[in-house]
Protein backbone atom coordinates (compact mmCIF):
# COMPACT_ATOMS: atom_id res chain seq x y z
CA UNK A 1 0.00 0.00 0.00
CA UNK A 2 1.16 3.92 -0.82
CA UNK A 3 0.65 6.51 1.11
CA UNK A 4 1.34 10.06 0.24
CA UNK A 5 2.28 12.46 2.68
CA UNK A 6 3.51 16.32 2.70
CA UNK A 7 4.51 14.85 -0.85
CA UNK A 8 6.57 11.90 0.54
CA UNK A 9 5.33 8.91 -0.48
CA UNK A 10 5.62 5.47 1.92
CA UNK A 11 5.50 2.11 0.75
CA UNK A 12 3.94 -0.29 3.95
CA UNK A 13 4.59 -3.50 1.89
CA UNK A 14 8.18 -2.20 1.93
CA UNK A 15 8.63 -1.33 5.49
CA UNK A 16 6.90 -4.50 6.94
CA UNK A 17 9.62 -6.69 4.10
CA UNK A 18 12.71 -4.59 5.59
CA UNK A 19 11.49 -4.94 9.27
CA UNK A 20 11.05 -9.05 8.73
CA UNK A 21 14.21 -9.02 7.22
CA UNK A 22 15.77 -7.28 10.26
CA UNK A 23 13.79 -9.65 12.64
CA UNK A 24 15.05 -12.76 10.75
CA UNK A 25 18.50 -11.23 10.98
CA UNK A 26 18.51 -10.74 14.67
CA UNK A 27 17.09 -14.06 15.39
CA UNK A 28 19.67 -15.60 13.40
CA UNK A 29 22.74 -14.17 14.70
CA UNK A 30 21.13 -15.04 18.38
CA UNK A 31 20.80 -18.23 17.08
CA UNK A 32 24.96 -18.62 16.10
CA UNK A 33 25.53 -16.56 19.36
CA UNK A 34 23.82 -19.48 20.83
CA UNK A 35 25.07 -22.46 19.07
CA UNK A 36 27.55 -23.91 21.38
CA UNK A 37 24.57 -24.99 23.88
CA UNK A 38 23.86 -27.37 20.84
CA UNK A 39 27.52 -29.81 20.81
CA UNK A 40 27.47 -29.09 24.25
CA UNK A 41 23.84 -30.34 25.44
CA UNK A 42 24.88 -33.16 23.18
CA UNK A 43 27.91 -34.17 24.92
CA UNK A 44 25.71 -33.40 28.24
CA UNK A 45 23.62 -36.34 27.62
CA UNK A 46 26.04 -38.94 26.16
CA UNK A 47 28.07 -38.44 29.28
CA UNK A 48 24.40 -38.56 31.22
CA UNK A 49 23.91 -41.69 29.23
CA UNK A 50 20.40 -40.65 28.46
CA UNK A 51 20.16 -42.15 25.05
CA UNK A 52 20.61 -45.59 26.13
CA UNK A 53 18.03 -44.84 28.91
CA UNK A 54 15.23 -44.28 26.34
CA UNK A 55 16.46 -47.56 23.99
CA UNK A 56 16.32 -49.84 26.51
CA UNK A 57 17.26 -52.41 24.31
CA UNK A 58 14.81 -51.07 21.04
CA UNK A 59 12.15 -50.24 22.86
CA UNK A 60 12.69 -46.31 22.48
CA UNK A 61 8.79 -46.21 24.09
CA UNK A 62 8.56 -42.11 24.72
CA UNK A 63 9.36 -41.35 28.97
CA UNK A 64 10.19 -38.06 30.80
CA UNK A 65 13.32 -36.46 32.12
CA UNK A 66 12.29 -37.92 35.70
CA UNK A 67 12.23 -41.15 34.10
CA UNK A 68 15.24 -41.19 32.32
CA UNK A 69 17.51 -40.43 35.30
CA UNK A 70 15.53 -43.11 37.03
CA UNK A 71 16.51 -45.57 34.68
CA UNK A 72 20.44 -44.44 35.61
CA UNK A 73 19.29 -43.94 39.49
CA UNK A 74 20.54 -41.22 40.36
CA UNK A 75 19.15 -38.48 42.31
CA UNK A 76 19.60 -35.73 39.66
CA UNK A 77 18.02 -32.12 37.96
CA UNK A 78 14.86 -33.74 36.10
CA UNK A 79 14.33 -29.80 35.17
CA UNK A 80 17.58 -29.35 34.11
CA UNK A 81 17.97 -32.58 31.64
CA UNK A 82 14.42 -31.12 30.44
CA UNK A 83 15.75 -27.90 29.03
CA UNK A 84 18.75 -29.75 27.28
CA UNK A 85 16.08 -31.98 25.95
CA UNK A 86 14.09 -29.39 24.57
CA UNK A 87 16.96 -27.94 22.75
CA UNK A 88 18.19 -31.17 21.26
CA UNK A 89 14.31 -31.79 20.19
CA UNK A 90 14.28 -28.76 18.37
CA UNK A 91 17.72 -30.46 16.45
CA UNK A 92 15.49 -33.46 15.84
CA UNK A 93 18.10 -35.79 18.18
CA UNK A 94 14.61 -36.87 20.33
CA UNK A 95 11.67 -36.67 19.44
CA UNK A 96 9.35 -34.67 21.73
CA UNK A 97 5.81 -36.27 23.06
CA UNK A 98 3.86 -33.69 24.34
CA UNK A 99 0.32 -34.79 26.56
CA UNK A 100 -2.84 -32.84 27.45
CA UNK A 101 -1.39 -32.33 31.17
CA UNK A 102 1.52 -30.69 29.56
CA UNK A 103 4.18 -33.42 30.37
CA UNK A 104 7.22 -33.72 28.05
CA UNK A 105 8.00 -37.38 26.81
CA UNK A 106 11.57 -37.91 24.67
CA UNK A 107 11.85 -40.97 22.39
CA UNK A 108 14.93 -41.56 19.68
CA UNK A 109 14.74 -39.71 16.28
CA UNK A 110 17.03 -41.37 13.68
CA UNK A 111 19.74 -39.01 14.52
CA UNK A 112 19.52 -39.58 18.07
CA UNK A 113 19.58 -43.32 17.28
CA UNK A 114 22.92 -42.74 16.23
CA UNK A 115 24.33 -42.38 19.13
CA UNK A 116 22.89 -46.22 20.50
CA UNK A 117 26.40 -48.47 20.72
CA UNK A 118 25.71 -51.48 18.27
CA UNK A 119 26.74 -55.04 19.23
CA UNK A 120 30.83 -54.40 19.39
CA UNK A 121 30.44 -51.11 21.87
CA UNK A 122 30.60 -48.25 18.86
CA UNK A 123 28.30 -45.59 18.24
CA UNK A 124 29.01 -42.01 16.95
CA UNK A 125 28.60 -40.97 20.14
CA UNK A 126 32.84 -41.67 20.82
CA UNK A 127 33.21 -38.74 18.01
CA UNK A 128 30.73 -36.33 20.08
CA UNK A 129 33.15 -36.38 22.93
CA UNK A 130 36.13 -37.09 20.81
CA UNK A 131 35.77 -33.60 19.11
CA UNK A 132 34.59 -31.91 22.40
CA UNK A 133 37.30 -32.80 24.90
CA UNK A 134 39.47 -30.86 26.87
CA UNK A 135 42.41 -30.58 24.31
CA UNK A 136 40.30 -29.67 21.25
CA UNK A 137 37.99 -27.24 23.43
CA UNK A 138 41.57 -25.45 24.29
CA UNK A 139 42.48 -25.11 20.50
CA UNK A 140 39.29 -23.61 19.31
CA UNK A 141 39.51 -19.88 20.80
CA UNK A 142 42.83 -19.90 19.09
CA UNK A 143 41.59 -20.45 15.55
CA UNK A 144 42.23 -16.94 14.23
CA UNK A 145 45.76 -17.66 14.23
CA UNK A 146 45.41 -19.70 11.39
CA UNK A 147 44.59 -16.35 9.30
CA UNK A 148 47.51 -14.76 11.44
CA UNK A 149 49.98 -17.53 11.38
CA UNK A 150 49.16 -20.69 9.72
CA UNK A 151 52.92 -22.22 10.23
CA UNK A 152 51.72 -23.60 13.86
CA UNK A 153 47.98 -25.34 14.23
CA UNK A 154 46.10 -24.29 16.83
CA UNK A 155 45.99 -27.37 18.33
CA UNK A 156 49.58 -27.51 19.04
CA UNK A 157 49.72 -23.66 20.39
CA UNK A 158 46.99 -24.83 23.33
CA UNK A 159 48.65 -28.34 23.71
CA UNK A 160 52.27 -27.63 23.20
CA UNK A 161 52.34 -30.92 20.46
CA UNK A 162 50.48 -32.09 17.64
CA UNK A 163 46.99 -33.85 17.72
CA UNK A 164 48.29 -37.54 16.75
CA UNK A 165 51.66 -37.21 19.19
CA UNK A 166 49.02 -35.86 22.24
CA UNK A 167 46.49 -38.62 21.62
CA UNK A 168 49.52 -41.76 21.36
CA UNK A 169 51.21 -40.32 24.84
CA UNK A 170 47.64 -40.47 26.95
CA UNK A 171 46.28 -44.04 26.61
CA UNK A 172 42.95 -42.93 27.61
CA UNK A 173 42.68 -40.08 24.65
CA UNK A 174 44.57 -42.87 22.27
CA UNK A 175 41.30 -45.15 22.74
CA UNK A 176 39.11 -42.63 22.68
CA UNK A 177 40.25 -41.51 19.23
CA UNK A 178 40.35 -44.77 17.95
CA UNK A 179 36.82 -45.75 19.51
CA UNK A 180 35.72 -42.51 17.74
CA UNK A 181 37.06 -43.46 14.44
CA UNK A 182 36.19 -47.22 14.16
CA UNK A 183 32.29 -45.72 15.29
CA UNK A 184 32.23 -43.88 11.96
CA UNK A 185 33.72 -46.16 10.32
CA UNK A 186 31.70 -49.40 10.88
CA UNK A 187 28.25 -47.97 8.95
CA UNK A 188 30.38 -46.00 6.61
CA UNK A 189 32.38 -49.08 5.42
CA UNK A 190 28.86 -51.00 4.82
CA UNK A 191 27.41 -48.29 2.73
CA UNK A 192 30.59 -48.14 0.66
CA UNK A 193 30.83 -51.35 0.31
CA UNK A 194 26.66 -52.05 -0.70
CA UNK A 195 27.35 -49.75 -3.53
CA UNK A 196 31.41 -49.80 -4.70
CA UNK A 197 33.03 -53.29 -5.93
CA UNK A 198 36.49 -51.68 -6.91
CA UNK A 199 37.97 -54.58 -4.29
CA UNK A 200 37.03 -56.71 -6.90
CA UNK A 201 40.34 -59.12 -8.38
CA UNK A 202 42.61 -57.72 -5.45
CA UNK A 203 44.61 -59.84 -4.11
CA UNK A 204 46.87 -57.95 -1.75
CA UNK A 205 45.46 -54.51 -0.31
CA UNK A 206 47.22 -51.97 1.69
CA UNK A 207 45.83 -49.60 4.20
CA UNK A 208 47.94 -46.30 4.09
CA UNK A 209 46.64 -44.90 7.86
CA UNK A 210 44.00 -47.88 8.71
CA UNK A 211 44.12 -47.06 12.37
CA UNK A 212 43.24 -50.46 13.94
CA UNK A 213 42.91 -51.70 11.01
CA UNK A 214 38.76 -52.02 11.23
CA UNK A 215 38.21 -50.80 7.10
CA UNK A 216 40.12 -53.48 6.30
CA UNK A 217 38.70 -56.61 8.09
CA UNK A 218 35.24 -55.07 6.49
CA UNK A 219 36.72 -54.94 3.03
CA UNK A 220 38.07 -58.77 3.38
CA UNK A 221 34.91 -60.02 5.13
CA UNK A 222 32.77 -58.31 1.84
CA UNK A 223 35.79 -59.61 -0.38
CA UNK A 224 37.33 -63.19 0.41
CA UNK A 225 39.68 -62.37 -2.90
CA UNK A 226 41.35 -59.77 -0.45
CA UNK A 227 43.66 -62.46 0.81
CA UNK A 228 46.02 -60.27 1.92
CA UNK A 229 45.15 -57.23 4.18
CA UNK A 230 48.24 -55.12 5.19
CA UNK A 231 47.10 -52.23 7.98
CA UNK A 232 49.68 -49.75 7.58
CA UNK A 233 49.76 -46.85 10.28
CA UNK A 234 52.35 -44.68 12.41
CA UNK A 235 54.18 -47.73 15.07
CA UNK A 236 52.64 -45.89 17.90
CA UNK A 237 49.17 -46.77 16.33
CA UNK A 238 49.86 -50.25 15.16
CA UNK A 239 51.34 -50.85 18.57
CA UNK A 240 48.23 -52.31 19.60
CA UNK A 241 45.83 -52.84 17.10
CA UNK A 242 43.87 -56.03 17.37
CA UNK A 243 44.44 -59.73 15.29
CA UNK A 244 42.65 -59.83 12.34
CA UNK A 245 42.73 -62.92 10.23
CA UNK A 246 44.77 -62.45 7.15
CA UNK A 247 45.82 -58.76 8.60
CA UNK A 248 49.24 -57.76 9.29
CA UNK A 249 50.01 -54.43 10.98
CA UNK A 250 52.52 -52.54 9.80
CA UNK A 251 54.18 -49.53 11.28
CA UNK A 252 55.76 -46.75 9.34
CA UNK A 253 55.52 -43.33 8.13
CA UNK A 254 53.94 -43.02 4.79
CA UNK A 255 55.83 -39.84 4.20
CA UNK A 256 59.01 -42.33 3.43
CA UNK A 257 57.30 -45.05 2.08
CA UNK A 258 54.79 -47.36 1.91
CA UNK A 259 53.86 -51.20 1.57
CA UNK A 260 53.83 -52.75 -1.68
CA UNK A 261 49.96 -54.24 -2.70
CA UNK A 262 47.92 -54.60 -5.90
CA UNK A 263 45.72 -51.58 -4.79
CA UNK A 264 46.31 -49.19 -1.55
CA UNK A 265 43.12 -48.27 0.35
CA UNK A 266 43.63 -44.66 2.01
CA UNK A 267 40.43 -43.51 3.74
CA UNK A 268 40.06 -39.89 5.87
CA UNK A 269 43.78 -39.72 6.01
CA UNK A 270 44.61 -36.96 2.86
CA UNK A 271 42.73 -34.09 4.84
CA UNK A 272 44.76 -33.73 7.78
CA UNK A 273 47.46 -33.55 5.41
CA UNK A 274 48.89 -30.38 2.96
CA UNK A 275 49.32 -30.89 -0.43
CA UNK A 276 52.85 -31.06 -0.79
CA UNK A 277 52.67 -34.09 1.91
CA UNK A 278 49.97 -35.77 -0.27
CA UNK A 279 52.01 -35.45 -3.46
CA UNK A 280 54.24 -37.21 -1.59
CA UNK A 281 52.38 -39.66 -0.27
CA UNK A 282 50.52 -40.31 -4.01
CA UNK A 283 54.35 -40.74 -5.44
CA UNK A 284 55.36 -43.78 -2.74
CA UNK A 285 51.70 -45.26 -3.70
CA UNK A 286 52.56 -44.90 -7.15
CA UNK A 287 56.14 -46.71 -6.48
CA UNK A 288 54.47 -49.46 -4.30
CA UNK A 289 51.80 -50.22 -6.87
CA UNK A 290 51.97 -52.57 -10.13
CA UNK A 291 51.42 -51.56 -13.52
CA UNK A 292 47.97 -51.91 -13.19
CA UNK A 293 47.45 -50.50 -9.51
CA UNK A 294 45.07 -48.59 -8.14
CA UNK A 295 44.52 -45.91 -4.76
CA UNK A 296 41.55 -46.07 -3.59
CA UNK A 297 40.61 -43.32 -1.60
CA UNK A 298 37.98 -42.38 0.50
CA UNK A 299 37.68 -38.38 1.66
CA UNK A 300 35.23 -35.92 2.50
CA UNK A 301 35.13 -33.91 -1.23
CA UNK A 302 34.00 -30.69 -0.73
CA UNK A 303 31.71 -29.12 -2.89
CA UNK A 304 32.54 -26.60 -5.73
CA UNK A 305 29.61 -24.39 -4.24
CA UNK A 306 28.90 -22.74 -1.11
CA UNK A 307 25.36 -23.40 -0.57
CA UNK A 308 22.92 -23.70 2.71
CA UNK A 309 22.58 -27.52 2.12
CA UNK A 310 23.46 -29.49 5.27
CA UNK A 311 25.77 -31.18 3.19
CA UNK A 312 27.52 -28.14 2.37
CA UNK A 313 27.64 -26.69 5.89
CA UNK A 314 28.62 -30.68 7.22
CA UNK A 315 31.84 -30.57 5.10
CA UNK A 316 32.69 -27.42 5.31
CA UNK A 317 32.44 -27.19 9.09
CA UNK A 318 34.81 -30.30 8.36
CA UNK A 319 37.39 -28.19 6.96
CA UNK A 320 37.83 -25.56 9.81
CA UNK A 321 38.15 -28.99 12.61
CA UNK A 322 41.07 -29.98 10.27
CA UNK A 323 42.15 -26.78 10.20
CA UNK A 324 42.16 -25.75 13.70
CA UNK A 325 43.02 -29.71 15.09
CA UNK A 326 45.25 -31.32 12.77
CA UNK A 327 46.98 -28.84 9.88
CA UNK A 328 46.63 -25.24 9.30
CA UNK A 329 47.02 -26.40 5.53
CA UNK A 330 45.45 -29.82 5.62
CA UNK A 331 41.83 -29.14 4.20
CA UNK A 332 38.72 -30.71 2.26
CA UNK A 333 39.39 -30.75 -1.44
CA UNK A 334 36.75 -30.35 -4.32
CA UNK A 335 37.20 -33.32 -6.54
CA UNK A 336 39.35 -31.15 -9.00
CA UNK A 337 41.78 -30.67 -6.10
CA UNK A 338 42.32 -34.51 -5.76
CA UNK A 339 42.81 -35.04 -9.28
CA UNK A 340 45.53 -32.59 -9.77
CA UNK A 341 47.33 -33.76 -7.11
CA UNK A 342 47.18 -37.58 -8.30
CA UNK A 343 48.00 -36.60 -11.40
CA UNK A 344 51.38 -34.59 -10.35
CA UNK A 345 52.52 -37.49 -8.64
CA UNK A 346 51.97 -39.58 -11.92
CA UNK A 347 48.01 -41.22 -12.41
CA UNK A 348 46.78 -40.80 -15.64
CA UNK A 349 42.88 -42.04 -14.68
CA UNK A 350 40.45 -40.67 -11.94
CA UNK A 351 37.07 -42.05 -10.89
CA UNK A 352 34.64 -40.78 -8.43
CA UNK A 353 31.71 -42.53 -7.05
CA UNK A 354 29.31 -40.33 -4.48
CA UNK A 355 28.00 -43.76 -2.51
CA UNK A 356 27.73 -41.70 0.80
CA UNK A 357 26.90 -38.23 1.63
CA UNK A 358 29.77 -36.93 3.21
CA UNK A 359 32.62 -39.05 1.87
CA UNK A 360 33.10 -40.06 -1.80
CA UNK A 361 35.83 -42.91 -3.12
CA UNK A 362 38.16 -42.02 -5.32
CA UNK A 363 40.50 -44.49 -7.88
CA UNK A 364 43.67 -43.11 -9.30
CA UNK A 365 44.85 -45.43 -11.57
CA UNK A 366 48.34 -46.23 -12.91
C1 LIG B 1 41.68 -39.78 10.77
S1 LIG B 1 42.63 -41.21 10.99
C2 LIG B 1 41.84 -42.32 9.87
C3 LIG B 1 42.02 -43.76 10.25
C4 LIG B 1 41.33 -44.79 9.34
N1 LIG B 1 41.83 -44.74 8.00
C5 LIG B 1 39.83 -44.59 9.36
O1 LIG B 1 39.27 -44.25 8.33
O2 LIG B 1 39.23 -44.78 10.43
C6 LIG B 1 44.17 -40.86 10.22
C7 LIG B 1 45.20 -41.98 10.39
O3 LIG B 1 46.38 -41.64 9.64
C8 LIG B 1 47.50 -42.07 10.39
N2 LIG B 1 48.71 -41.36 9.98
C9 LIG B 1 49.00 -40.06 10.19
N3 LIG B 1 50.20 -39.75 9.68
C10 LIG B 1 50.70 -40.90 9.14
C11 LIG B 1 51.92 -41.21 8.46
N4 LIG B 1 52.85 -40.29 8.25
N5 LIG B 1 52.09 -42.48 8.01
C12 LIG B 1 51.14 -43.43 8.23
N6 LIG B 1 49.96 -43.17 8.86
C13 LIG B 1 49.74 -41.93 9.31
C14 LIG B 1 47.08 -41.76 11.83
O4 LIG B 1 47.86 -42.41 12.78
C15 LIG B 1 45.63 -42.18 11.82
O5 LIG B 1 45.44 -43.52 12.19
Redesign the pocket.
Known amino acids: MEMKMNGVTTSTATVTTTCESQNKARLAILELAHMMSVPMSLVAVINLKVPQAIWQGGSNAPISASQILARGGAAYDAENLQRILRLLASYNIFMEHLNSSGERKYSLTDIGKTLIDDAEGLSYAYYMLQHHQDALMRAWPLMEETVKDPTVEPFKKANGEGA?SYYTKRPDVLKLAVKS??G??IPLMKDILDSYDGFQGVDTLV?????NG??LRSIMEKYPNVRKGIN???PD?VANAPQIPGVTHVG????ESVPSGDAIFI???LL?WTDEECKKVFQNCYKALPANGKVIACEPVAPEMTDESQRTRALLAGDIFIMTMYRTKGKHRTEQQFKELATSAGFSHFRAFYVDPYMAVLEFHK
Not at 207 to 211: F, H, L, M, R, S
Not at 252 to 255: L, M, P
Request: glycine share 12%.
Open positions: ILSMSDVGGNISFDLMGDAFKWVA
